[in-house]
């Protein structure tokens, strides 16, 4: 009998309306969504978890989410983890590292199903980043040295 293994996605943002209506979202295309407020409970999760992915609201704690994925990723099962960071609508987001993607608010649900599909494909392992071909989307474009 097959198994029905679901991707594990983690959920940082302080706004618990956010996190409880993106949970359901994400839960509703199949994944098993953890959710975490804070950078302390994101810490935990990440250490119990063998995440896939991570959405991170862009402003969390009064800077940006970035530091959040810099301790992630410090975990040996999870260095290349994917992210997609939420930021507010007109805001430029800094240089991304890769497997990084972005979003503006306010969300479009297909745009972030279509954003979180791209980001549990295989090939971000490697180190090149796939150009996003919608207006919606904005990729980091990393380049190796």
Known sequence: MATNIQPIVLVI???ALTLMGLSATLHHQGLEVHGART???AARAARDLALDLVIIDGWIDEGHGLPILER???LPHLVDL???FLWES????????????S???PLDLEALAALVKRALWLPHLT???MVVPSCKFLQ??????
């Open 72 to 74: 992630l990723r410090e």
């Open 13 to 15: 943002d302080p706004d």
């Open 82 to 84: 994917p992210c997609i």
């Open 140 to 145: 980091n474009r990393a380049v190796q040295a």
């Open 39 to 41: 950078p302390m409970a």
């Open 127 to 129: 180190n090149q980043q």
């Open 103 to 105: 979003l503006h608010k």
């Open 90 to 101: 007109g805001f430029a987001p800094p240089s991304l590292p890769i497997s990084t993607f």
